[in-house]
């Protein structure tokens, strides 16, 4: 049973001011001690959101941020969320995941194959280069285990079982 259930994927993006903390950042504008900054990720759901769901989302993450980060005095800006695509497979920093339906390991890495190369055939068709943060290169392809210790992929971690989820580094 290989993979091949597609699921929505979302973008997220936030920019913000916040308290410079080093001196060679410049300020753009803004009052002096003061800085522009921003972040996005990408999530997978397993089902389409609603308006309020990506809202909640986005509050969620900026409550966190806000909360790590609360010596430098984050004022929100703007939050943004849009659809993507669905797809097997999200990106996330040299990372993909999926969910996990019982897959067994070798239907992971047929399905994670099969995905590189649509990307990869997907990218050429349009003249772009793929985004794949390393994932082209099967040699990268790892997981690791309790200690931090690189394993064979996929990650079956108990973060990973935790969150429902199955992931290969790379």
């Known amino acids: 049973m290989i993979n091949l259930i597609k699921y929505p994927i979302y ?8 308290d410079k903390t080093t001196c060679d950042m410049p300020n753009h504008g803004l ?3 003061r800085i522009w900054n921003g972040s996005g990720y990408s999530k997978m759901f397993k089902e389409e959101q609603t308006k309020q769901d990506l809202d909640i989302e986005c509050l ?28 097997t497979w999200c990106l996330t920093w040299f990372s993909h995941y999926t969910f996990d339906n019982g897959q067994t390991d070798e239907e992971i890495i ?12 997907q990218a050429i068709k349009e003249g772009k280069e793929p985004c794949l943060m390393g ?25 990973c079982k935790q969150a429902g989820i199955i992931r290969i580094d790379h």
């Open 11 to 18: 973008d997220f993006t936030a920019s913000w001011i916040q």
């Open 31 to 33: 009052p002096d001690g």
């Open 60 to 87: 969620g993450w900026m409550t966190k941020l806000k909360e790590k980060h609360e010596n430098v005095n984050i004022e929100i800006f703007s939050m943004n969320h849009k659809y993507i695509k669905s797809e």
């Open 110 to 121: 047929e399905s994670f194959y099969e995905y590189v190369r649509r990307v990869q055939d």
């Open 135 to 159: 994932a082209e290169d099967t040699w990268r392809w790892h997981a690791k285990d309790e200690s931090g210790e690189r394993i064979e992929a996929p990650c079956r971690c108990k973060f």
